[in-house]
């Protein structure tokens, strides 16, 4: 019985996505997003080589089934900035259209290597390199790895990461920040936060909403304002702490402003002229 006509992994090159197609094909329809795309000659060039030894060419295309079912675009659900409205959508996709306000939705991940300052506002990561330099006014993302310099402000609505030592002269606030077990950060202001996980060394003031955890090899130099606070055996916290009350409000500051003034004296009443009263006439 003869082979079938031997078949290779190609990927969209508008979109990513990747299929399989036969090696002698020079251009197909991505099944994805419906575009036309040539297939590389590379990938038909090692389809051939493969098809000298019937051994080789199985164990390749097992891996290649592998590889699709590991690669194949996952579906996600994300939420609008503006209007919270959530909706689900492909991986692959680079941006969609909020379905409720209409707003533009960026979907990519940007990886910063140089100076960048300009705004970003995006549903994927944010990567600062080692050789990075963020000082844009405005980042919102969905997630942020930090390993250079952060002078702007970051705003995540998932998790933040620091892998390096840094100095952070902007404004940072995200649902998680976890400081890696190499990192050295400073904090110039104020970091508001939904829970924060110190692994290395970290000096600033927290606000944190739920809980503060320095693990083993972590350290903390600075005020805390949290629900709960983890110290682990062999971990450091320097600073005062609050727990249990995150910020005071305005009312209460002057129910206490209030509490101190002196109370006004009562003026003193004169005695009626007839404690027992006036007998009646007629």
């Not at 190499?182 to 936060?193: C, S, T, Y």
């Not at 805390?224 to 110290?231: D, E, L, P, T, Y």
């Not at 702490?241 to 910020?247: A, C, M």
Request: net charge positive.
């Amino acid at each position: 019985m003869a082979n079938s006509p031997a078949k290779v992994s190609v990927e969209c090159s508008h979109c990513g996505f990747k299929q399989m197609e036969y090696a002698a094909a020079r251009n197909t329809i991505c099944r994805q997003c419906g575009k036309n795309y040539p297939v590389a000659p590379t990938e038909r060039s090692q389809t051939k080589s493969v098809l000298g030894s019937g051994g080789a060419s199985a164990a390749h295309a097992l891996l290649q089934r592998v590889g699709g079912l590991w690669n194949r675009p996952r579906i996600w659900s994300v939420a609008c900035f503006d209007c919270g409205t959530k909706q689900e959508i492909n991986s692959a996709a680079t941006s969609t259209i909020c379905p409720s306000c209409s707003v533009h939705m960026d979907l990519r991940d940007y990886k910063i290597n140089t100076s960048f300052s300009r705004a970003i506002r995006t549903h994927g990561e944010v990567h600062v390199t080692s050789a990075g330099d963020l000082s844009s006014s405005s980042v919102v993302c969905r997630s942020a790895i930090i390993e250079g310099k952060l002078r702007g402000s970051l705003q995540c609505v998932e998790k933040s990461e620091f892998r390096a030592p840094a100095k952070v002269q902007g404004k940072l606030s995200a649902t998680l920040v976890v400081i890696g077990k190499k990192a050295d950060v400073q904090f110039f202001r104020q970091l508001e936060v939904g829970a924060i996980e110190i692994r290395g060394k970290m000096t600033g003031e927290v606000v944190a909403r739920t809980d503060v955890t320095i693990r083993s090899s972590g350290s903390l130099d600075g005020n805390v304002v949290a629900r709960s606070i983890n110290v682990e055996k062999g971990g450091t916290f320097s600073g005062q702490l609050v727990i249990g009350q995150r910020t005071w409000e305005q009312a209460e500051l002057l129910a206490d402003v209030e509490s101190t003034k002196p109370s006004p004296t009562a003026k003193p009443r004169r005695p009626p002229l007839h404690p027992v009263g006036l007998p009646a006439t007629s």
